[in-house]
T-cell receptor, first 116, second 111 residues
Framework: DGGITQSPKYLFRKEGQNVTLSCEQN?????MYWYRQDPGQGLRLIYY???????QKGDIAEGYSVSREKKESFPLTVTSAQKNPTAFYLC???????????????FGSGTQLSVL | GESVGLHLPTLSVQEGDNSIINCAYS??????FIWYKQESGKGPQFIID?????DKRQGQRVTVLLNKTVKHLSLQIAATQPGDSAVYFC??????????FGTGTRLQVFP
């Protein structure tokens, strides 16, 4: 998957629990992204980061949190405030040199999150 | 994942035929377009891209056509193979904005 590793492949969350999805890339990319994918809908942007120690909210950031302490890593936490977390979560990266995002993204293999 | 593509429009083609997948984009200021292929349980894979200063771009067995007048993008796959079965997404981007993804089209190839 182009040097982007997401784990775990499947994750189950209990009510009231926070869970963290891992995303690591070895492409030396500056920019990283988290998307949510639901059936019949396009990818929706949760958070993105253009540089270490900086990140911005996407279109559906509520109930999620991220950190970018290292260039290679961009973990996503799904908090208990996210009432409908069941979805396929995709992490992506890009070089970040072509304007804000005018360049192709490289995706990981995804994490399927389900609620118990 | 397994939940991807349950309610998507579907294009069914016979193996060996050409496939044409269409996409209408929304932002007239978009100047960069990408097609992605997503197989079940996997992340999207880049297929081909095109910038707005071009009308057509060809890759290996794939061609992307851009009609800016009607804001329409298409992906043509020549001699479709079973391995082409997947969900295909278009994405658009204006320089000062983020990538916007379409809802996707499922391509089914039958023998």
């Amino acid at each position: 998957d182009g040097g982007i590793t997401q784990s775990p492949k499947y994750l189950f969350r209990k009510e009231g629990q926070n869970v963290t999805l891992s995303c690591e890339q070895n492409l030396n990319h500056d920019a990283m992204y988290w998307y949510r994918q639901d059936p019949g809908q396009g990818l929706r942007l949760i958070y993105y980061s253009q540089i270490v120690n900086d990140f911005q909210k996407g279109d559906i950031a509520e109930g999620y949190s991220v950190s970018r302490e290292k260039k290679e890593s961009f973990p996503l936490t799904v908090t208990s405030a996210q009432k409908n977390p069941t979805a396929f979560y995709l992490c992506a990266s890009s070089t970040g040199t072509g304007g804000e995002t005018n360049e192709k993204l490289f995706f990981g293999s995804g994490t399927q999150l389900s609620v118990l | 994942g397994e939940s991807v593509g349950l309610h998507l429009p579907t294009l069914s083609v016979q193996e060996g035929d050409n496939s044409i997948i269409n996409c209408a984009y929304s932002n007239s200021a978009s100047d960069y377009f990408i097609w992605y292929k997503q197989e079940s349980g996997k992340g999207p894979q880049f297929i081909i891209d095109i910038r707005s200063n071009m009308d057509k771009r060809q890759g290996q067995r794939v061609t992307v056509l851009l009609n800016k007048t009607v804001k329409h993008l298409s992906l043509q796959i020549a001699a479709t193979q079973p391995g082409d079965s997947a969900v295909y997404f278009c994405a658009e981007n204006a320089l000062t904005d983020k990538l916007i993804f379409g809802t996707g089209t499922r391509l089914q190839v039958f023998p």
